[in-house]
């Protein structure tokens, strides 16, 4: 930065002593953010007391990052002082550009060394609501049938997050996908399940009409049983959250024998030997396959398609890294896939495959955020005893 911009703001804690006030913590609400994004917060905590920012540098053509809104006229503040505690926001311009960005800005109190922080906005992007850091995140698909959406909550342990996200179909009224986390903070401590039936609410957006979801507050009767994609034992952190895995937009049409037996032990398996062992983040994408026209009909007397197999695809990073500051050897994947009825019998080995193989099936491209360099390795990987099975 320059000299003479850090020289300046040093001088806003001349005279403020160098005692020691207890140590201020400093950090971005989010260091990376999508292109659409206006807004980002800088989050202290420590002893209440003064402290002062500036934005010392940002790249680009022209100025994207202010402590002030941009509106026509308005100028570019790039110095303001807050109280320890209290989030400071910033202002940003959206980046139309195709090139990624970034901003400096430096955060002081009195006694403590300057801290520095990184802000980094993604290149434009014409899908960027959807664009997630996130290493279940499958890769946009456009069909004018598909809605996205997200279900974010609350957990006892672990604060507001994401529940798991979809890509619904409304012609079929089945979710293609469900993907979503799971570490112990989604499943601990235990609550019982709610077996709360319902329609997605759409207290979230994007709203998805109730007309183009399936009735599951009714059994579906004898053709079917209501078949979660996020498990509901995946989600045993509070009741509110295990409340979301009953709506109507995570449930599929199973076969009854092939729900209760080999899919609940699938299920079982994945949390009993990787989401309770307190090590790395599974991250889980569930769905369906349709390869006829089979439908039921539920209680309202909606056609539900009726999915002719079901599979799961699972990846995992060694040593807590990110999915995509990982290489090819510290990533794990790996494939499920069964039909839907009740002639799966046997280990779950004999149902396990690739991730690839699951994409060539199905058209999705999943886990967007492997490294380009290592993506086809780990999708090619086929080894059930690195999942102890």
């Known amino acids: 930065m320059p000299a003479w911009v850090l020289a300046g703001f040093l001088l806003l804690f001349a005279g403020c002593g160098d005692d020691d006030q207890g140590l201020l913590v400093v950090q971005l609400a989010a260091e990376t953010v999508n292109c659409e994004t206006t807004t980002d917060r800088i989050v202290t905590v420590g002893e209440q007391r003064p402290f002062a920012a500036a934005i010392v540098s940002q790249s680009g053509d022209s100025a994207w990052c202010s402590f002030e809104p941009f509106a026509s006229g308005a100028s570019v503040v790039l110095e303001k002082s807050g109280t320890v505690g209290i989030h400071l926001i910033i202002y940003l311009a959206r980046n139309e550009s195709d090139e990624d960005r970034s901003a400096t800005i430096v955060v002081g109190a009195s006694g403590q060394s300057v801290i520095t922080l990184t802000l980094r906005q993604l290149a434009y992007s014409p899908t960027a609501f959807f664009d997630r850091q996130w290493g279940e995140q499958p890769a946009y698909q456009k069909n004018e049938d598909y809605t996205y959406k997200t279900y974010y909550t609350t957990l006892t342990r672990g604060g507001r997050v994401r529940n798991y996200s979809i890509c619904f179909d409304k012609e079929k009224r089945v979710s293609h996908w469900v993907a979503y986390p799971l570490t112990t903070n989604y499943v601990e401590p235990s609550v019982v399940r ?94 369906t396959y349709f390869g006829n026209d089979r439908t039921i009909t539920d209680a309202s007397g909606n056609k539900v398609a009726y999915p002719s197999h079901c599979w799961k695809v699972l990846l995992r990073s060694s040593g807590r890294r990110a999915v995509w500051e990982s290489s090819a050897d510290q990533l794990y994947g790996i494939g499920f896939w069964f039909a839907n009825d009740a002639s799966n019998t046997g280990p779950l080995s004999r149902y396990s495959t690739s991730i690839a193989d699951i994409e060539q099936k199905t058209g999705f491209t999943f886990f967007r955020n492997i490294p380009a360099d290592a993506a086809a390795q780990v999708k090619a990987q086929h080894n059930p005893t690195d999942w102890s099975i």
């Open 194 to 287: 709610t077996n709360r039936w319902a329609y997605d609410p759409n207290n979230q957006q994007p709203a998805i009409p109730q007309s183009e979801q399936s009735n599951v507050v009714r059994a579906f009767g004898r053709d079917a049983v209501r078949g979660h994609q996020c498990p509901s034992a995946d989600r045993y952190s509070n009741e509110a959250t295990n409340a979301m895995t009953f709506y109507a937009t995570n449930i599929m049409p199973q076969n009854y024998d092939f729900n209760g037996d080999i899919w609940a032990k699938l299920e079982k398996k994945i949390r009993d030997n990787m989401g309770f062992s307190r090590q790395d983040t599974i991250f889980v994408v569930t769905g």
